[in-house]
Antibody, heavy 126, light 110 residues
């Protein structure tokens, strides 16, 4: 059974950083990527970035460039998303998603997110 | 602000057919494959359609996807009460060098 299990809820102060983990099981970790998507209360889905677990290639949404870092630890099949300089509007549920990808123009690009983690609530409050 | 536009809501009675549109541009829908996600209340999203019109294992054939030019559509035929959810289209955008989601459509079963 394929699973992605995320770390627990976090409460952070403005200006702090948060690091959310996503542990994969049931498949060969390096055959896929991991994407991170967030959903603010009552809002839609917003993509933050992704990483190829095969070669570590990353892409980030322009909005989060310089503030987010996505990494993997292939020895434990775990992906991490760190978001820095937190603001109140970063309050959201953060999801990880197993990412199918394809190669175009000599680089991997994410396609579909076929398995999702349960979500991690991150609350920013002073 | 999303670059993929969907109607905010759609509705139908049980058994009816409902269609959701997703409008994009040459840098996303026209040049890349479209995926659709279903999000039930309080749950994580679920992949519903990938590569424009392919269903993952376990997704009923009541759900179908299509794409033409800079637009895509999701159709739900034989609407059921358990289809009440939010639906999002998504695609890679070559200009933004990022993955973009649609604005989302809430489907209500009357």
């Amino acid at each position: 059974q394929v699973h992605l299990v995320q770390s627990g809820a976090e409460v952070k102060k403005p200006g702090a950083s948060v690091k959310v983990s996503c542990k994969a099981s049931g498949y060969t970790f390096t055959n896929y990527g991991i994407s991170w998507v967030r959903q603010a209360p009552g809002q839609g889905l917003e993509w933050l970035g992704w990483i190829s677990a095969f070669n570590g290639h990353t892409d980030y949404a322009q909005k989060f460039q310089g503030r987010v870092t996505v990494t993997t630890d292939t020895s434990t099949s775990t992906a991490y998303m760190e978001l820095r300089s937190l603001r109140s509007d970063d309050t959201a549920v953060y999801f990880c998603g197993r990412t199918r990808y394809y190669y175009g123009l000599g680089r991997p690009s994410p396609d579909a997110f076929d398995i999702w983690g349960q979500g991690t609530m991150v609350t920013i409050s002073s | 602000q999303s670059v993929l536009t969907q109607p905010p809501s759609a509705s139908g009675t049980p058994g009816q057919r409902v269609t959701i549109s997703c409008s994009g541009s040459s840098s996303n829908i026209e040049s890349n494959t479209v995926n659709w996600y279903q999000q039930l209340p309080g749950m994580a999203p679920k992949l519903l359609i990938y590569s424009n019109n392919q269903r993952p294992s376990g997704v009923p054939d009541r759900f179908s996807g299509s794409k033409s030019g800079t637009s895509a559509s999701l159709a739900i035929s034989g609407l059921q009460s358990e289809d009440e959810a939010d639906y999002y289209c998504a695609a890679w955008d070559d200009s933004l060098n990022g993955y973009v989601f649609g604005t989302g459509t809430k489907v209500t079963v009357l």
